[in-house]
């Protein structure tokens, strides 16, 4: 991350640049910064132009510092002796500070015109864009710089809890495991401005598509003799970007009409189931993953979600695949 060599590399205009067919976006601080109010393109530009030149190297010494973590935890364990059965809780507080990555082109230039304030936020400064309206490339992003950089302060702060109830019966044993965790804050600020000194100020990504602040795994497992039964249910709370965008509602298409966008995911769960029958030095386990076949949430069509066709892709605890099963056999020598 200091020593990288600086290197170049191409990606197409619509690779990285949010303004192109402007007009028919949902997001309308898009629309205020690449139409009339900002840049003034021309309704339904497309960056017809040769790609934009890609820098990425290095932060160098004096230019990077190092990270630091902390990290704060509290928890107790209740463990009754008349059942068989525990409860744990932990409260954690993760911190993080200076934390060196890569933006990533299409991020940096995203995020110069969907977050205020455009044309000062600091991300408008790695990237360079033909603003000439007499220029026969107006509009082309020219140069996006994707060095190394200090990005930012991170901290996130929630409650782990896991149930656990185990017995042995006269003819079976039977385990019953629960995991949940509840996120409070999901907090990010960028760019500490001067050096050393404060970062932005912070935004918190909990509660939105693919940071869902609450997920949970249930597992039952039943075991008889050479044979084990076991049931598995992965959960993820609703989330929903429309806060971060100001509502759902907006223009459709340029039309004067208005549409109501799809910004959220529903609750989420999906389930999953073997078998196991073990032997001496053998054993062979029969599986099906997504057992009732769940598609993941669908979203309405936004550069703010990673996507196949209308389903949410990126990120999340969704399952793309669909029901699939699996046999696995293990024999020791």
């Not at 500070?97 to 205020?116: L, Y």
């Not at 495991?177 to 401005?193: A, H, L, M, V, Y």
């Not at 001067?194 to 039943?222: S, W």
Request: proline share 6%.
């Amino acid at each position: 991350e200091i020593f990288l060599a600086n290197q170049t590399g191409f990606l197409g205009q619509a690779s990285v640049d949010p303004c192109l067919f402007w007009d028919t976006s949902g997001d309308p601080q898009l629309i205020a910064s690449c139409g009339p109010a900002g840049l003034n393109l021309p309704p339904g530009y497309n960056g017809p132009y040769s790609s934009a030149l890609i820098l990425t190297g290095g932060g160098g010494p004096g230019v990077l510092s190092a990270e630091k973590s902390s990290a704060r935890t509290v928890g107790f364990i209740w463990t009754p002796d008349w059942i068989d059965f525990s409860v744990a809780i932990d409260y954690f507080e993760f911190e993080v500070d200076n934390a060196v990555g890569q933006f990533g082109a299409f991020n940096i230039i995203n995020s110069c015109h969907t977050q205020p304030p455009f044309p000062t936020s600091p991300f408008c400064s790695l990237f360079t864009r033909d603003t000439n309206p007499a220029s026969l490339t107006f509009g082309m992003i020219q140069t996006v710089n994707n060095s190394y950089v200090n990005i930012a302060n991170q901290i996130t702060d929630g409650l782990d809890v896991t149930v656990r109830y185990e017995h042995e019966f006269s003819f079976c044993t039977l385990l019953l495991n629960g995991q949940g965790t509840w996120t409070f804050s999901d907090e990010i600020r960028f760019f500490p401005d001067p050096v050393g000194g404060p970062y932005t100020a912070a935004e918190d990504f909990n509660g939105e598509v693919y940071d869902a602040d609450f997920v949970a795994n249930l597992d039952a497992r039943f075991d008889y003799q050479d044979w084990t039964f076991f049931w598995n249910v992965t959960m993820a709370s609703r989330a929903s970007n429309d806060e971060d965008f100001g509502g759902s509602v907006f223009g459709w298409r340029g039309t004067p009409f208005a549409a109501q966008y799809k910004q959220y995911t529903e609750f989420s769960a999906n389930h999953n189931a073997s078998v196991r029958y073990r032997a001496d030095d053998w054993s062979v386990i029969v599986g099906m993953q997504n057992v009732f076949d769940d598609a993941p949430p669908a979203v309405s069509l936004s550069g703010a979600f990673g996507k196949v066709g209308n389903s949410v892709a990126i990120g999340g605890p969704y399952d793309l695949i669909g029901r699939r099963g699996f046999i696995e056999v293990t024999k020791e020598f």
